[in-house]
Nanobody, 130 residues
Framework: QVQLVESGGGLVQAGGSLRLSCAAS???????????MGWYRQAPGKQRELVAQ???????NYADSVKGRFTITGDNAKNTVYLQMNSLKPEDTAVYYC?????????????????????WGQGTQVTVSS
């Protein structure tokens, strides 16, 4: 199992900023690479949606609603992804979830490196007041 630990959520006024962080790790072994890391969000009564994603090579994609306001960056050496959120709006209020997909790991014990897929963090609440 790949663990994703998120931090940085909270309450902020409209127009303010927050920075989310998400670090990936394995309990017994190591991570060699992560093909994609991203942030999704889910507001009450709505489906989970992609906010931003960064690929291992550095390419990114964003939801139209956050373009120009949010910036996603990845640190491959630390297996960590960051989401800088500026000019926050009340409609950005949601639980934000970190995702890691196609993770190349090597577990302690027998067996070689292997790919593991589709892991989620526990979620962090972002609330933007008007």
């Amino acid at each position: 199992q790949v663990q994703l630990v998120e931090s940085g959520g909270g309450l902020v006024q409209a127009g303010g900023s927050l920075r989310l962080s998400c670090a990936a790790s394995v309990a017994s072994g190591r991570i060699f690479s992560i093909n994609a890391m991203g942030w999704y969000r889910q507001a009450p009564g709505k489906q989970r949606e992609l906010v931003a994603q960064v690929m291992n090579g550095g390419s990114t994609n964003y939801a139209d609603s956050v373009k120009g306001r949010f910036t996603i960056t990845g640190d491959n050496a630390k297996n960590t992804v960051y989401l800088q959120m500026n000019s926050l709006k009340p409609e950005d209020t949601a639980v934000y979830y970190c995702n890691a997909d196609r993770v190349l790991t090597r577990r302690t014990g027998p067996g070689g490196p292997r790919y593991e897929y589709d892991f989620w963090g526990q979620g962090t609440q972002v609330t933007v007041s008007s």
